[in-house]
């Protein structure tokens, strides 16, 4: 089943000072596996299922909130379905070599 993105696209690290962030795509229906005050930003960003893990002195909120921004922000390079432009199929590249064949035997016979 298809939908909107509901987690990150992939594993995305944040550092900022001695603290990693790092956010691990959930499947659906997960929730999100993190720190409160990482609850309230991956929240904000509209994140609904992700693991998360930290390390180093994570109770220096300042750092620690900022290197979660950075590894959403990391986020935003990635085209996910939802994104992609629609593009009308074109002629299968079998049939235009065929077409091609067919009008240069016609001309050379």
Avoid at 11 to 32: D, E, Q, Y
Avoid at 70 to 94: C, E, R
Avoid at 98 to 106: N, Q
Wanted: charged share 15%; proline share 7%.
């Amino acid at each position: 089943r298809s939908g909107n993105p509901h987690t990150v696209p992939c594993k995305v690290t944040g550092k900022c000072g001695s603290v990693s962030v790092r956010f691990i795509p959930a499947p659906r229906g997960t929730g999100l596996v993190a720190a409160p005050a990482t609850k309230k930003l991956l929240d904000m960003a509209g994140i609904s299922d992700c693991y998360s893990s930290s390390r180093g002195h994570t109770r220096t909120m300042g750092n620690f909130l900022k290197a979660c921004y950075y590894a959403l922000q990391a986020t935003y390079g990635y085209l996910t379905p939802d994104l992609w432009a629609h593009k009308p199929l074109g002629v299968s590249p079998y049939q235009e070599h065929t077409d091609f064949l067919s009008k240069t035997a016609k001309a050379t016979a």
